[in-house]
């Protein structure tokens, strides 16, 4: 656990750095996923901010629909794992479109890119349900080197601050974590509030990414 409370820290730091690099408030954060969902798509710009927003905020709910229904060994768990792998190669070929078919491969399929921390959750799930205290703590150090991994690739293609997209990475695992830990003690108010969080979360990270693509590729 001392893990989690040093990352914490780390988090809340960050996460002012994040919201000033994407132009967007703490204060605004819970009305994000009304706004973009109703943007208009008047211009590349705006298009690539809702495809990722939406795609984000997909995944964090997929995401955590499986790790749920994972860990309470729910026979619709495979058919959830599947819906969260479309939408990862959905976003692959957002990533694709805009940086090319080896990066989107990269995206996808890389060690330790994304397909490889949703596995980690499911490792993360098991052992959370079998009380494997050493399964969970290899599954966190996993995710924990994800961030790293994905963050720098992330910051290497849209130029971004690496340490800020791999705090913002960091804040998302933490938050999927938590709520998960949350659903297996049967807290479900604050496994509630915690899944909303994490939603809204996906689009601050997807305007972060879709500003800096926007400006990097001259998109108006």
């Known amino acids: 656990m001392s893990f989690l409370f040093v990352i914490a820290a780390v988090v809340a730091a960050s996460f002012g750095v994040i919201s000033a690099t994407a132009g967007t408030s703490s204060s605004s954060k819970a009305t994000a996923m009304p706004q973009h969902s109703h943007a208009s798509h008047a211009s590349p710009a705006a298009d690539l ?3 990722l927003d939406r795609l984000l905020g997909e995944h964090a709910a997929l995401a ?3 790790t749920n229904l994972g860990f309470s060994g729910s026979k619709s ?7 969260l792998d479309r939408n990862s190669v959905e976003l692959s070929k957002a990533i694709g479109s805009i940086y090319g078919a080896k990066a989107a ?7 330790f890119q994304w397909r490889a921390h949703i596995g980690f959750f499911v490792d993360y799930t098991v052992a959370l349900a079998k009380k494997d205290k050493p399964g969970q703590a ?4 996993n995710l924990q080197r994800y961030t790293k991994e994905h963050g720098a690739f992330l910051a290497g293609a849209t130029g971004l601050p690496k340490l800020a997209v791999q705090n913002d990475l960091l804040g998302h695992v933490l938050e ?10 049967g807290d479900y108010p604050k496994s509630t509030a915690l899944y909303r969080e994490a939603y809204h979360h996906m689009f601050m990270t ?4 879709a500003g800096a693509i926007a400006k990097q590729k001259n998109l108006n």
């Open 49 to 51: 901010r809702v495809t």
């Open 64 to 66: 955590m629909n499986a």
């Open 77 to 83: 768990f495979p058919a959830a794992a599947k819906s």
């Open 105 to 111: 491969n990269t995206f996808l399929n890389g060690k």
């Open 138 to 141: 290899k599954a966190v150090a």
């Open 176 to 185: 999927l974590k938590n709520q998960l830990d949350a659903f297996a003690k």
């Open 206 to 209: 997807g305007d972060l990414l």
